[in-house]
């Protein structure tokens, strides 16, 4: 099986262990896998051959062959991640307005959000390339998850935050399991535009979803999902949206599912921002023209972020799924959220997003009461426990 990483807009080909996170042409680094017939059915569940008994149990690791299939063994660094659970709730199927809805819980994952999916498979690059520093610029769930990672494969990590922008739970995770903390006066987006400079002259390996292997990573939330289901996929997948990292890893597991004939059709994808922090949702209702970069304010710390990195990467998902991208205020969040807590589930706001974008898209008619919905919670209640 051949791997590579390639620019998604003039198609330049990088090996595996090139770090690279733009092309000359300013274009974005996606991975890619050409799977052997062989492989296109019953290797897609198969585990790692020689993985430790800890690795072995990753619900991302079990994909390796169409993941990381150079990395070896030895060079895994997993917690394990992934195997989330997914929920039916008929009080929320009623207050969404649709017959038939699923709720895939990320915050399940081991420190508590999605970000570990993609994390194991960004340190254990990091770590088969004998990397000596991660960094991130991170609303809070990043830092958590590249701390614990850094920890474990015992790498330096260090972490750019917006002072005074990131819930406390999330920040004493990250202090906990040993990161270095940068605090940054600005939000989110300087927080970036500062990681990006510092990994250019300080050699750091960034570990954003604007790494292509945190994509490879989340990219397993959607297989998982799908062999939840028997692989019959649903009519839609609805992710919040932030950085974008998750649109495009939902676009690209469905695209190569459907390639290699694991799934028969293709769901639809619907991104939930938050109104006080929507460039893409601006974006799309412009028919993406172009992209411009908004002050974000949203209590939904983990989706308020007002310049995405992988804006087009999304864009591009969107337009070949016919998806569609909304807006809810934090007040639509907040009900959303109440609504997902007193069923028993329970998730940190930027999830709530989903459910809330859901009712406002029924409502509007652009999902109908008999279509089947997949939500994405990607984050722990105790993440971010009270929205005032």
């Known amino acids: 099986m051949l791997s590579y990483q390639i620019c998604i807009e003039c198609n330049q080909r990088y090996d595996l262990d090139d770090i690279i996170y733009y092309c000359g042409c300013s274009g974005l680094i996606e991975v890619k896998h050409e799977l052997d017939a062989s492989l296109r059915w019953h290797d897609k569940v198969s585990?790692?051959?020689?993985?430790d008994p800890g690795s072995s149990k990753s619900g991302v690791w079990r994909f390796h062959q169409a993941v990381l299939p150079i990395a070896k063994p030895e060079q895994i660094i997993s917690h394990p991640e992934g195997h989330t659970r997914l929920y039916q709730r008929d009080i929320l199927s009623k207050w969404a307005g649709v017959n038939e809805l699923y709720l895939k819980h990320e915050g399940e994952n081991p420190t508590g959000?999605?970000?570990?999916?993609?994390?194991?498979v960004a340190v254990t690059q990091a770590n088969r390339l004998g990397q000596k520093s991660l960094a991130c610029a991170s609303t809070g769930n990043t830092s958590a998850s590249l701390a614990a990672y850094g920890a474990q494969a015992g790498i330096k990590t260090?972490?750019?935050?917006?002072?005074?922008?990131?819930?406390?739970?999330?920040l004493g995770q990250a202090i906990a399991y040993g990161a270095e903390?940068?605090?940054?006066?600005?939000?989110?987006?300087a927080a970036m535009a500062q990681v990006l400079e510092a990994s250019k002259e300080q050699g750091l390996y960034l570990v954003n979803s604007i790494n292509p292997f945190r994509i490879e990573g989340q990219k397993t939330i959607m297989w998982?999902?799908?062999?939840?289901?028997?692989?019959?996929?649903p009519d839609w997948v609805i992710v919040p949206g932030g950085n974008l990292g998750n649109t495009s890893a939902f676009g690209k597991a469905i695209g190569e599912a459907?390639?290699?004939?694991?799934?028969?059709?293709?769901?639809?994808?619907?991104?939930?921002?938050?109104?006080?922090?929507?460039?893409?949702?601006?974006?799309?209702k412009q028919g993406f023209k172009d992209l411009k970069p908004v002050k974000a304010n949203t209590r939904a710390t983990a989706i308020n972020i007002g310049q995405p990195v992988n804006y087009s990467k999304a864009k591009r998902i969107i337009k070949a799924l016919n998806g569609l991208v909304e807006e809810v205020s934090d007040a639509q969040i907040k009900e959303a959220k109440a609504q997902?807590?007193?069923s028993g589930i329970g998730c940190e706001p930027a999830s709530a997003a989903t459910l809330a974008g859901l009712k406002k898209l029924v409502l509007a008619k652009e999902i109908k009461a008999k279509e089947s919905v997949a939500l994405i919670l990607t984050g722990n209640i105790l993440k971010d426990p009270v929205m005032d």
């Open 47 to 51: 585990c790692h051959p020689g993985l």
């Open 113 to 120: 959000s999605f970000k570990d999916r993609g994390m194991t």
């Open 158 to 170: 260090l972490v750019f935050l917006p002072k005074g922008k990131v819930a406390p739970s999330k």
């Open 181 to 189: 903390l940068k605090e940054i006066e600005g939000d989110f987006d």
């Open 224 to 233: 998982e999902l799908f062999e939840q289901l028997d692989w019959q996929v």
């Open 258 to 284: 459907f390639e290699a004939g694991w799934i028969k059709s293709k769901p639809r994808i619907a991104v939930i921002q938050a109104e006080g922090a929507n460039p893409f949702y601006q974006s799309f």
């Open 340 to 342: 997902i807590d007193q």
